[in-house]
Antibody
């Protein structure tokens, strides 16, 4: 059974940093692109970032470019999102999702999400 | 303002057929396939339709998708109370070089 479990969310002050993790199991992690999608309270889904199978290609939404770094450790079956210079508008539930492809395809499995709260 | 435009709400009675539209442009829907996601209240999104009209294993055939030009649609027939959820369309945008989502449609079963 495919499982994606996010962790690392919490309360952080504006300008602060946070690292999110997504532990994957039930599939060959290194064979799939991985993505982060977020959802602000009461709002819709927003694509954040994606990474190719070997980490060689990454994508960032304009809203987070320069402040967020996506990475993966295929030996640990884990996806990461290093977030810095956090703003109020970054407050959201962050979901990791398995992608059948980096550019096309679909997000076929999602984690349960981890909440990031940005507040002083 | 989302790149893909969906109606904010839709509704129907049990047994009815409802459709949800998703409008885009030549750089996204016009040149790439569309996926649909269902988000039940308080849960994570779930893949509902992929590649315009394909259903993942386990998704009832009451759900169907279509695409024409720069627009796509999700149809739900034989509406059931458990279909009450938010529905999102998504596709790759060649101009933005990234994935884009619609703003979401809240489906209410009356």
């Amino acid at each position: 059974e495919v499982q994606l479990v996010e962790s690392g969310g919490g309360l952080v002050q504006p300008g602060g940093s946070l690292r999110l993790s997504c532990a994957a199991s039930g599939f060959t992690f290194s064979s799939y692109a991985m993505h982060w999608v977020r959802q602000a309270p009461g709002k819709g889904l927003e694509y954040v970032s994606g990474i190719s199978t070997n980490g060689g290609n990454t994508y960032y939404a304009n809203s987070v470019k320069g402040r967020i770094t996506i990475s993966r450790d295929n030996s640990k079956n884990t996806l990461y999102l290093q977030m810095g210079s956090l703003r109020a508008e970054d407050m959201a539930v962050y979901y990791c999702a398995r992608g059948t492809d980096m550019v096309h395809g679909r997000f076929d499995y999602w984690g349960q999400g981890t909440l990031v709260t940005v507040s002083s | 303002q989302s790149v893909l435009t969906q109606p904010p709400s839709a509704s129907g009675t049990p047994g009815q057929r409802v459709t949800i539209s998703c409008s885009g442009s030549s750089s996204n829907i016009g040149s790439n396939t569309v996926n649909w996601y269902q988000q039940l209240p308080g849960t994570a999104p779930k893949l509902l339709i992929y590649s315009n009209n394909q259903r993942p294993s386990g998704v009832p055939d009451r759900f169907s998708g279509s695409k024409s030009g720069t627009s796509a649609s999700l149809a739900i027939s034989g509406l059931q109370s458990e279909d009450e959820a938010d529905y999102y369309c998504a596709t790759w945008d060649d101009s933005l070089s990234g994935w884009v989502f619609g703003g979401g449609t809240k489906l209410t079963v009356l």
